[in-house]
C-alpha cells in the first residue's frame, strides 16, 4: 500500500523559510516521479512543481509563482521528496500535498497523495 | 502552457439526477506516441487529499463507483455522474499531465438540490 507522510508544516512570517517533507513508503521510491500540490483557503489545486526519477534525468520543474523561491529535491536512500520554500508569502498560505506524480507507464498517475499539510505565512 | 478550463463553475443537481462537468484545455493533451489523453478528474472534498475517479480521460481509477464515467478527446473532455449520491457532494477538478507546468481547472462545485 502506497503511503505519502508530509511534514514541516507551520507558521511563518512573510520572508521566512520553512523545509516540506515526504516520507514515501510502498512502492519503488527511486523510480517516481514526484509532485508537490497546494490549496490555498477557499482556492482550487494548483501545482507547484515536479521532479523526475534520476534515472529519467531528475529534471525538477516548478510553477511560475514558485520558481527561484521554492527548491525541490530527494533523497533516494530515505525515501523522501522535498519542498525548501524560501522568501515566503502571504500568497504562499496553503496546504501542500505531496503525491506520486508518475511511477511508470501502466500505473495511473496522481493516484496517491499525502494527507497535506498546512502552511500559514503571517506577521 | 496548458490552461484547463473547466464549467459550469457550480452545479446543483437533485438526487439520483445526472451531473454533467466540462473541462477544456488550451491545447492537446493527447500524446500520440502514447495514444492516450494525459488528462485526469478528482473530487475534492474538505479536510481531505485530492482522490483520482478517472485517469488517461476515460478510465475509472480502482474502486470509483461506475456511476462516475469519463469521456472526450484532445482538448474537450467530460465527468459525468450518472446519478447523483448524497456522497457525491464536493469539488472536482480536471488536470492534465502532459507537460509541465501540469494544470488545474478551476474546480466545479457540485451540491445536491
Known amino acids: 500500500e502506497v503511503q505519502l507522510v508530509e511534514s514541516g508544516g507551520g507558521l511563518v512570517k512573510p520572508a521566512g523559510s520553512l523545509r516540506l517533507s515526504c516520507a514515501a513508503s510502498g512502492f519503488t521510491f527511486s523510480n517516481a516521479w514526484m509532485s508537490w500540490v497546494r490549496q490555498a483557503p477557499g482556492k482550487g489545486l494548483e501545482w507547484v512543481g515536479r521532479?523526475?526519477?534520476?534515472?529519467?534525468?531528475?529534471?525538477?520543474d516548478y510553477a511560475a509563482p514558485v520558481k527561484g523561491r521554492f527548491t525541490i529535491s530527494r533523497d533516494d536512500s530515505k525515501n523522501t521528496f522535498y519542498l525548501q520554500m524560501n522568501s515566503l508569502r502571504t500568497e504562499d498560505t496553503a496546504v501542500y500535498y505531496c503525491t506520486l506524480d508518475r511511477l511508470n507507464d501502466v500505473d495511473p498517475q496522481f493516484r496517491d497523495w499525502g494527507q497535506g499539510t498546512l502552511v500559514t505565512v503571517s506577521s | 502552457d496548458i490552461v484547463m478550463t473547466q464549467s459550469p463553475d457550480s452545479l446543483v443537481v437533485s438526487l439520483g439526477e445526472r451531473a454533467t462537468i466540462n473541462c477544456k484545455s488550451s491545447q492537446s493533451v493527447l500524446r500520440g506516441t502514447a495514444n492516450r489523453d494525459y488528462l485526469g478528474w478528482y473530487q475534492k472534498k474538505p479536510g481531505q487529499p485530492p482522490k483520482l475517479l478517472i485517469y488517461w480521460a476515460s478510465t475509472r481509477a480502482s474502486g470509483v463507483p461506475d456511476r462516475f464515467s469519463g469521456s472526450g478527446s484532445g482538448t474537450d473532455f467530460t465527468l459525468t455522474i450518472s446519478s447523483l449520491q448524497a456522497e457525491d457532494v464536493g469539488v472536482y477538478y480536471c488536470q492534465h499531465y502532459h507537460s509541465v507546468p501540469r494544470a488545474f481547472g478551476q474546480g466545479t462545485k457540485v451540491e445536491i438540490k
Open positions: 521532479i523526475r526519477s534520476k534515472t529519467d534525468g531528475g529534471t525538477i
